[in-house]
């Protein structure tokens, strides 16, 4: 059964920085969407960006520009580089895995979701 765990949260100011990473585990099959999300008290899940199989990524507008994802292959890892930290990009951060050949970050229904990681950004 896949599993996938999230950590790399913690505190930051503004204008700081921070890599999420994600591992999938309990799987043979490396060809999966992952995704992450996140979640602030008080609001609903929000979708940030996701990546295939084929190494395609795409960016909700809402941090397009600051952050970037990715995927080691050879560690079943997925990133979340998250650069010019907000005090409003604090939440708790999920990542998310399934085997949709269609990958988008616009849904929530993902089969896999890890237990999510604290970011907290003050001014």
């Known amino acids: 059964e896949a599993q996938v765990v999230a950590s790399g949260g913690g505190s930051v100011s503004d204008g700081g920085s921070l890599t999420l990473s994600c591992r999938l585990t309990?799987?043979?099959?490396?060809?999966?969407?992952m995704a992450w999300f996140r979640q602030a008290p008080g609001k609903e899940r929000e979708g940030l960006a996701s990546f295939d199989e084929k190494g395609m990524s795409s960016y909700s507008d809402s941090i397009k520009g600051r952050f970037t994802i990715s995927k080691d292959r050879t560690k079943n890892t997925l990133y979340l580089q998250m650069n010019s930290l907000k005090p409003e990009d604090t939440a708790i951060y999920y990542c998310?895995?399934?085997?949709?050949?269609?990958?988008?970050?616009?849904?929530?229904?993902?089969?896999?979701w890890g237990q999510g990681t604290q970011v907290t950004v003050s001014s």
């Open positions: 309990g799987s043979e099959y490396n060809s999966f969407c």
């Open positions: 998310a895995a399934d085997l949709w050949v269609q990958c988008t970050w616009s849904r929530a229904d993902f089969a896999t």
